[in-house]
């Protein structure tokens, strides 16, 4: 069983910094993909950023120059590093990984953490 388990949320000032971290842990053959997402009520989720080995990060039009997406292979971790945090940013981020559980296992499965809520207060 897979289980994406993310940390560093909270509570922030506008003009502030976080930084999430997202661990993998189970019985994981190969991850491709790994990213972060954002929702707020009533929205559908969003792409916030994705990372895959060999390939430029691609970020949100909105956190472009401020949001850093990096990732640990060997910790099986992601990281979003958040700087100059605005209100609009606040939501709960879910990290994500598509991944392969066994060899055999063919097609990349996503996977989802539970999220966790990051507030920038005006």
């Known amino acids: 069983q897979v289980q994406l388990v993310e940390s560093g949320g909270g509570l922030v000032q506008a003009g502030g910094s976080l930084r999430l971290s997202c661990t993998a842990s189970g019985i994981i053959f190969r991850i491709g993909a790994m990213g972060w997402y954002r929702q707020t009520p009533g929205n559908q989720r969003e792409l916030v950023a994705t990372?895959?080995?060999?390939?430029?990060?691609n970020y949100a039009d909105s956190v472009k120059g401020r949001f850093t997406i990096s990732r640990d292979n060997a910790k099986k971790m992601v990281y979003l590093e958040m700087n100059s945090l605005k209100p609009e940013d606040t939501a709960i981020y879910y990290c994500?990984?598509?991944?392969?559980?066994?060899?055999?296992?063919?097609?990349?499965?996503?996977?989802w953490g539970q999220g966790t809520q990051v507030t920038v207060s005006s």
């Open positions: 990372i895959r080995d060999g390939v430029s990060p």
């Open positions: 994500a990984a598509d991944l392969r559980p066994r060899p055999w296992s063919g097609a990349e499965l996503r996977y």
